[in-house]
């Protein structure tokens, strides 16, 4: 690739429609989470008006406001003026015009104007590249899908910042640009290294059925070239750019000591999943997924691994996959997990005695080894992220609308489908085990027969869930997913994860597709909610304490998190005291508590 090649996607149209596209969620966010307060232009029914700082420059814009204080802009109306007239839709200037609105400290600023800009740029290459009409993605396979996602995170306006990608990188390593990636391989002294498995697992077993004989003979050969045995090390695999960018410099000393060797590629393919450090297998897709340590700054973390935290990693999967077993709730849903079945770490001595544990310098070389939902999947059946039913194609069409008009389903009859999948699991792990996921679009990947979500399965388990009762038992090695969450603020892992998060966004999609009326949605969401407690009646006084049905609930904001530090926006330490909360938002299942 040549230089010019890398930016060929980035033209004055593109550009602008991407800007137009960001300052429409920019504008639909931050009032959503009271950053800012559009005010209605009286001579004008359905436009708004958003004023700079300073007064000089305004935002208009035709805006449909829908339950949870959603706010559906159309992208094509939003105009911007100044003294001077009319002025073009930039991302980085509404930023600066409303620093102060948004709170944007000088530390802060300049960080996320790479942020935005960065997130542009993604923005173009996607509308460059375009994508599968929405009817395409009903029947496409599992990484079709992935690759085809545009959007990201729903709720966060600098979503794809990925800082430290070169526009070469994005390229080759990007989940958009669905490049195929060999993984480089580390040999890890076990002096220095740390390996933890599943009970039925063990390190031979594992490298076995992920390097085939000839890559293993490789790698020892190698070793045996420098005086070294395969015997006394961890093999780890690596992300490229982890590796050039930061191993190959920053753990020069581990390499020149031979504690670490580089070995070369592995011989398989892998793709790039949303996540940007986990890989999917495409030479062996029952393979399991591989997630690699990666030190970019994207949407508020440095995206590493913790080898402390790998340790306990396959125990926490472990004991979830046995609860899940044992339920008859869960069972039912037909919920699984991809359970997490390997990690392996390396300890660098001297990064760990200057820093504290929740450190960067701890999170460079640590690896996990996933479950592939392809193995075991029944026939006719097809996967898709659950990002995707929050998708909308090049000319604007929902894929949901498609899968729902592929099902012959009514619409009411489609979402309770998918809610007693995805719903019901959820609320039966708060109000019986007091366990809350991490369960946005990405995090989830839909089991779908004949267009219909029949079952689900959560991933990314060890690093997301959380118990939030200081008396359920746990062993040892999961005492770790204890939290100490304040009572009145537990049922926001509902509330705002679900509800607020992911459900509010899928409700906008359906009303903007003409395909099902928010009463109906949100009727459909509470009718699910209360056929699971009709179920569960010796959880009856759970469901009384905490009110699923309750007139209102406390809004929590997530870019303000991403405003106020965008290089760690939550204490790891204390995740519930970093919530920003903002008065309430109108609980949309109220209307709908059973018995009224």
């Known amino acids: 690739m040549t230089p010019g090649d890398a930016v060929t996607h980035l033209t004055p149209a593109r550009w602008e429609q991407a800007n137009r596209l960001l300052v429409r969620k920019a504008l639909a966010e931050f009032a959503h989470e009271r950053l800012l307060t559009p005010e209605p232009l009286p001579a004008e029914p359905g436009r708004y008006t958003v004023r700079s700082d300073d007064g000089t420059v305004e935002y208009r814009f035709t805006a449909r406001l829908l339950a949870l204080d959603h706010w559906q802009i159309?992208?094509?109306?939003?105009?911007?003026?100044?003294?001077s007239g009319q002025l073009p839709v930039d991302a980085g200037d509404f930023c600066l015009e409303l620093r102060g609105a948004l709170g944007l400290s000088d530390r802060v600023l300049p960080v996320y104007l790479e942020e935005i800009t960065a997130t542009l740029a993604g923005s173009a290459y996607k509308l460059a590249r375009g994508g599968p009409a929405a009817e395409k993605l009903v029947a496409a396979d599992f990484q079709t899908v992935e690759s085809a996602m545009t959007e990201g995170h729903p709720c966060f306006v600098a979503n794809n910042g990925r800082l430290g990608f070169s526009s070469d990188e994005y390229h080759r390593y990007a989940p958009e640009a669905a490049a195929p990636v060999r993984l480089i391989w580390l040999?890890?002294?076990?002096?220095?290294?740390?390996?933890?498995?599943s009970a039925e697992l063990d390190y031979d077993t594992l490298i076995r059925t992920e390097l085939d004989e000839q890559t293993r003979a490789r790698f020892a050969a190698t070793l045996a070239g420098l005086?070294?045995?395969?015997?006394?090390?961890?093999?780890?695999?690596?992300?490229?750019?982890?590796?050039?960018?930061?191993?190959?410099?920053?753990?020069?000393?581990?390499?020149?000591?031979?504690?670490?060797?580089?070995?070369?590629?592995?011989?398989?393919?892998?793709?790039?999943?949303?996540s940007i450090r986990t890989f999917f297998n495409l030479t062996e897709p029952s393979r399991h997924y591989v997630k690699t340590a990666l030190s970019v700054l994207n949407m508020g973390f440095m995206r590493g691994l913790s080898a402390a935290y790998m340790a306990a990693t396959p125990a926490i999967n472990d004991w979830l996959a046995n609860l899940i077993d044992g339920d008859e709730v869960f069972r039912s849903t037909g919920l699984t997990i991809l359970r997490e079945r390997a990690a392996v770490g390396y300890r660098h001595r001297q990064y760990e005695a200057a820093t504290d544990r929740y450190s960067p310098y701890r999170k460079m070389l640590a690896a996990l080894w996933r479950e592939s939902p392809a193995q075991g999947l029944e026939p006719g059946r097809r996967l898709a992220t659950m990002a995707s039913l929050l998708h909308v194609d090049p000319e604007g069409r929902s894929h949901t609308a498609a899968l729902i008009a592929a099902s012959g389903l009514t619409p009411a009859a489609w979402l309770r489908r998918y809610l007693d999948a995805y719903l019901v699991p959820l609320l039966h792990a708060f109000y019986a085990h007091d366990l809350a996921f991490m369960p946005h679009g990405e995090n989830v990947i839909l089991v779908l027969h004949e267009g219909v979500v029949e079952r689900v399965i959560f991933k990314d388990i060890a690093e997301e869930i959380v118990v939030m009762s200081a008396d359920a038992p746990l062993?040892?090695?999961?005492?770790r997913i204890r939290a100490d969450v304040p009572e009145q603020m537990r049922l926001l892992s509902i509330f705002t994860d679900v509800i607020d998060c992911f459900l509010r966004h899928l409700n906008a999609v359906l009303v903007e597709a003409g395909v099902c009326p928010e009463e109906t949605f949100w009727q459909t969401v509470a009718e699910s909610a209360a056929g699971y407690l009709d179920r569960v009646p010796h959880l009856a006084e759970r469901a009384r304490r905490y009110d699923l049905f309750a007139p209102e609930f406390a809004l929590s904001c997530l870019n303000r998190l991403q405003l106020r530090d965008n290089q760690q926006m939550v204490d790891l330490a204390d995740p519930a005291g970093a919530l920003q909360l903002v008065g309430t938002l109108a609980n949309p299942l109220a209307p709908y508590r059973p018995g009224t």
């Open 74 to 83: 159309d992208p094509d109306s939003i105009t911007r003026h100044g003294e």
């Open 187 to 197: 040999a890890a002294h076990r002096d220095h290294s740390t390996f933890s498995c």
């Open 227 to 274: 005086g070294l045995d395969l015997a006394d090390h961890h093999l780890i695999p690596v992300h490229p750019w982890q590796w050039w960018h930061k191993l190959s410099v920053t753990f020069a000393g581990e390499v020149a000591r031979r504690h670490l060797v580089c070995l070369g590629e592995g011989p398989d393919d892998y793709r790039a999943q949303q």
């Open 475 to 479: 062993p040892p090695a999961v005492e």
